[in-house]
């Protein structure tokens, strides 16, 4: 990774011109990280998860605005890539609850759970969220393995 990178998210940040899903793709995640994504709006390419697909049921159906999957960046690419939009930018904050919306999420999406039909599945460490608020607040999420002795994996997030 390169040096500059952190200088151009900054800058790119810093003059508020990530202000969307759309921009958010084109510039933060095409343009700064080179992912590989189409030029099209992300309604067009990414796929959009309903919160019983998701087990987000009460408050947290209430708290995710929108979850979108975006598409394999290569062709045999392990990772499920997640962009989770919340409704309050209070979620950041560990005490308001970003892990347990992230939970019950890990709960649909991990292999051996029960699913329907053909929805796809990863293993726990193949999954990476990446949460927004208003697209102002950033969070790559992911959760890594239990700590001996414990059930739940703790969850590791960056962002700015």
Partial sequence: MSAELPN????LLKKREVLDADAFCRRLLG???????PDLPLDEFAYAWTPDELG???????????????????PNQP???FIVEMREDGLFRRERGLAGILRRMLGKLVTGKSKPGDQPSWRREELLFIVTHAYQDFRFAYFKAPREGMKSPSLAAFGW
């Fill in 8 to 11: 151009r998210l900054f800058e």
């Fill in 31 to 37: 343009e700064i990280l080179r992912w590989p994504l």
């Fill in 56 to 74: 987000l049921n009460g408050d947290a159906r209430e708290l995710a605005a929108n979850v979108r999957q975006l598409p394999n960046l290569t």
């Fill in 79 to 81: 990772w499920g890539v």
